[in-house]
């Protein structure tokens, strides 16, 4: 499956160094993509067989975790230039996702919203954002917005989704 639009839309504005972190990451898609353009990816997942691949490649961790079981990710804080998410939504870490983003870092952050339903799955109202819900995330977190939709898209299939790309300011003194 390629990489989605949304998400390879921003990667020219992440430090060329920068490390991301593929949330949920499933077969790698943008962990792969990032990792072809030269930055260190950190792959996140309770099952990383689709990535299994990746294993012995010195710009790549896997880390295996799952995200569901209401331990704090193991990961350090304001530590990447990148936490991307697609297709995936947990509410209970949503704010600690958002803490692992570096000052002048980005989260970018695509998934099915309400009005989903009427495209089949997933359709249950856990898995699907309400309307401004990710805006709300970035405005508690003081992240500034870069774009936003909540949209109804038809390719790759009909669904309806919302996506947020939003940068941590780097303090100043």
Request: aromatic fraction near 8%; charge should be negative.
């Amino acid at each position: 499956m390629n990489p989605s639009d949304w998400i390879t839309r921003f990667e020219p504005s992440i430090r060329p160094d920068g490390t991301m972190l593929d949330v949920a990451c499933g077969d790698g898609r943008h962990a792969r993509w990032f990792l072809a353009r030269g930055h260190v990816v950190f792959a996140l997942d309770r099952e990383l067989a689709g990535v299994a691949d990746l294993v012995g490649d010195r710009r790549v961790e896997l880390v295996s975790f799952d995200l569901e079981r209401g331990e704090p990710i193991p990961l350090p804080r304001s530590s990447f230039a990148a936490v991307v998410v697609a297709n995936y939504l947990w509410r209970p870490i949503l704010d600690d996702l958002v803490g692992l983003v570096a000052p002048g870092g980005w989260l970018l952050y695509e998934t099915f919203a309400a009005g989903n339903e009427r495209h089949g799955k997933p359709s249950n109202p856990d898995f699907l954002l309400e309307p401004g819900e990710l805006l709300t995330l970035a405005a508690r977190h003081g992240l500034h917005v870069v774009a936003y939709e909540d949209v109804e898209v038809h390719t790759p299939r009909p669904a309806c989704v919302q996506r947020i790309a939003a940068t941590r300011p780097v303090e100043t003194e």
